[in-house]
């Protein structure tokens, strides 16, 4: 069978791609590539790679391409199942024969409710890496001979035993051929990357046991798995000598650093490409190899600091104190790497004072610049499960009419409401201090480009806030 591998149409400016860790529309336009998809595209003849929001395709246009095949592979959210499953029935109406897959953390957790959900529109739930479980489909194997999957079959949900998750990572093709044969990689822009840049990973799965986290509690699980350095190198020079367009390169792996001996091997083989590059860290990377990948090329890390609040971060078993990252962020300062850093609103013990504390910490960062981020309760990690036993979660529905992202979480000392505004506060905060528009303002003096991506950069973020104060109307 000829598969055709689809991140399917949603909003405008949706950051969903199967590489994404934030499934919603940004305040500035970001766009993570869609690397799960594109593995099992690259060891499969006659495949195809559609990322709909990317290229701009409604679904009327990517219903007249599933045409040419005779499966579709769809990455699916918790957020966007719905929406996803309606995609597969009006693809099925167009080529009735066609197989449609869902793939991704929510039908591995949930997949009986989630071929149920469909009502016929969904064939097959494949159910954590789905690098093989296609493949085997595509070459004709009987669906109850290929593990990792589900199905109904006589009004009976079939599933077959689990499949392990893949140790030798080696074995799998590279994921930039695809992006060159299949994507526009001059569209992939994340604000605080050079672009166009292109990410790949060079492992699997994160050790860390923070209890928000999606991907390592759902679906690459807590144990990292490393392609080998040479093979990591391997793919950086044939992007290099391949994609000339791109000015720099994601590890887009969950912990880059998280092995330490990994990730200096892997800097000293790229470090004679010159290349300028970044990566996601932990903030309690210790200096040397901080500076070991400062000299290889590292220019920028993105990091989780979620709060301030040291009980909060006790709370969410993150790992880092915050000391260590203070450390950490003095670091790379004092080695020239910028930051960008993530923090989450409303997780486990926020109170109006952890929300004060936690804006306060980050201006005293004084990081490079910040992502604020509601806190999501995602089915299979153990933030969901206190959630419920709790009686925390007020909605199911994760986004607003725009693809916005909505708090669906209210304690009882503290509302959804004010958990939702803490994040504009966050923003106005941070961003309209007046050391950080002193130095934006120094950077546009100097660099004309820096000038023209800040105001577009600028005006897209005025125009996110007043959709989102449209949207907390559904608070009151």
């Known amino acids: 069978m000829k598969p055709l591998f689809l991140n399917p149409p949603t909003f405008e400016d949706f950051d969903g791609g199967a590489g994404a860790r934030y499934q919603a529309s940004r305040e500035v336009t970001s766009f993570w590539y869609p690397t799960w998809l594109c593995y099992p595209a690259a060891m499969i003849e006659g495949s195809r790679v559609v990322d709909a929001t990317v290229q701009k ?41 066609i197989v449609t897959v869902l793939t991704g953390p929510h039908v591995t957790i949930l997949p009986e409710e ?100 999606l991907w390592p509690q759902t679906f690459s699980g807590q144990k990292m798995r490393t392609r080998s350095p040479q093979n990591v190198f391997e793919e950086v020079k044939w992007i290099n000598d391949n994609i000339p367009e791109m000015r720099e390169l994601s590890f887009d792996d969950d912990t880059f ?6 990730a200096r091997a892997v800097s000293e083989l790229i470090k004679p490409l010159g290349l300028s590059w970044v990566i996601n860290a932990r903030a309690n990377c210790d200096y040397e190899t901080l500076k070991v990948m400062r000299e290889a ?27 260590q990252a203070t450390q950490f962020t003095k670091d790379c300062k004092k080695l020239g790497i910028s930051i960008h850093g993530a923090f989450i609103m409303g997780l486990p013990g926020e109170t109006r004072e952890t929300i004060r504390d936690t804006i306060e910490y980050a201006k005293q960062l004084d990081l490079d610049s910040i992502q604020a981020s509601l ?29 916005h992202q909505k708090c669906v979480i209210n304690y009882p000392h503290l509302s959804n409401t004010e958990i939702f505004n803490s994040v504009e506060e966050f923003y106005d905060k941070f961003y309209f201090r007046p050391k950080y528009i002193l130095r934006s303002i120094g950077r546009m003096i100097v660099d004309g480009d820096e000038r023209r991506k800040l105001i577009k950069e600028g005006k897209q973020y005025l125009a996110y806030m007043k959709k989102r104060k449209e949207s907390s109307a559904d608070y009151k």
């Open 257 to 262: 650093s998280a092995d330490k001996k990994h």
């Open 375 to 403: 806190a999501s309760p995602y089915p299979g990690t153990e933030f969901y499960k206190l959630c419920q036993e709790n009686g925390w979660i007020s909605s199911n529905n994760f986004l607003d009419e725009s693809g």
């Open 57 to 97: 395709l409604d679904l009327e246009q990517c219903l007249e391409i599933a045409k040419a095949f005779d499966m579709v592979v769809m990455y699916t959210s918790t957020p966007t199942l719905m929406i996803d499953i309606e995609t597969a029935r009006r693809i099925k109406e167009v080529k009735p024969g």
């Open 297 to 323: 090329g590292l220019r920028h890390v993105v990091v989780g600091y979620e709060s301030g609040s040291e009980q909060i971060l006790k709370n969410i078993k993150k790992g880092v104190t915050r000391a």
């Open 114 to 213: 989630s071929l149920r959900a469909g009502n016929g529109a969904i064939d097959i739930v494949c159910r954590g890496e789905f690098d093989y479980s296609t493949k085997e489909l595509c070459e004709g194997r009987e669906w109850n001979r290929v593990d990792g999957i589900s199905f109904i079959k006589d009004e009976q949900i079939i599933h077959t035993a689990d499949r392990p998750p893949i140790t030798d990572l080696d074995a799998l093709p590279f994921v930039s051929p695809i992006y060159k044969r299949d994507l526009p990689v001059s569209e992939y822009i994340i604000p605080h990357f050079k672009n166009p840049y292109v990410s790949i990973y060079t492992s699997r799965g994160c050790p860390a046991r923070c209890i928000f986290c």
